[in-house]
């Protein structure tokens, strides 16, 4: 028999979750905000501190135009990958809450079941064993959810350096 104390324990549960959600996804954008903050800033910044005509003749000019885009090019893919990681870390943070969430519900399902005395009610070790696997097969994709996040981030730092090395090769002649 549910009790009103179980529903109000369940209901405060998932009400600190959606809260942890909440202030998960308000930094997640702060933080993504802040990024784009700061590579405005220092692609500014930079653009400000350079000559619009730099001193000496053509050679020396196109060598200074050239590692002047060679230097706002890897400050473009430093905060482009700023921006992407601290979306992936606001993913992460809601994963984790989402895990949270479905084991609190599942341990508060499974604790409304009856146990009637005896041999248990079939109906009842069905619907038992129904989450108990709902619950298994979620960790699993969850895992794997995280797996393929990480592999994605790892990627993505990978592939960020590579385009800024063929960038500068291709600028540097």
């Known amino acids: 028999m549910v009790t009103l104390a179980d529903l109000h324990a369940c209901l405060q549960s998932c009400n600190d979750l959606a809260q942890q959600a909440s202030h998960a996804w308000l930094c997640g954008m702060e933080d993504a905000l802040q990024a784009q903050l700061d590579g405005c800033r220092a692609l500014l910044e930079d653009w400000q501190a350079q000559p619009l005509l730099p001193a000496g003749g053509p050679e020396q000019q196109l060598r200074q135009q050239q590692q002047r885009l060679s230097h706002q090019l890897e400050l473009g893919m430093t905060a482009a ?93």
């Open 81 to 173: 990958r700023n921006i992407y990681l601290s979306n992936m870390r606001t993913q992460t943070e809601w994963l984790q809450l989402s895990e949270k969430w479905v084991a609190t519900c599942s341990a508060a399902l499974l604790d409304q079941l009856p146990t009637p005395p005896g041999s248990p009610a079939p109906a009842v070790e069905a619907m038992r064993s129904a989450v108990e696997i709902g619950g298994c097969a979620f960790d699993s994709l969850s895992k794997a959810t995280r797996q393929v996040s990480h592999f994605a981030g790892t990627n993505m730092t990978a592939a960020t350096l590579k385009a800024l090395n063929v960038a500068r090769e291709k600028l540097n002649g």
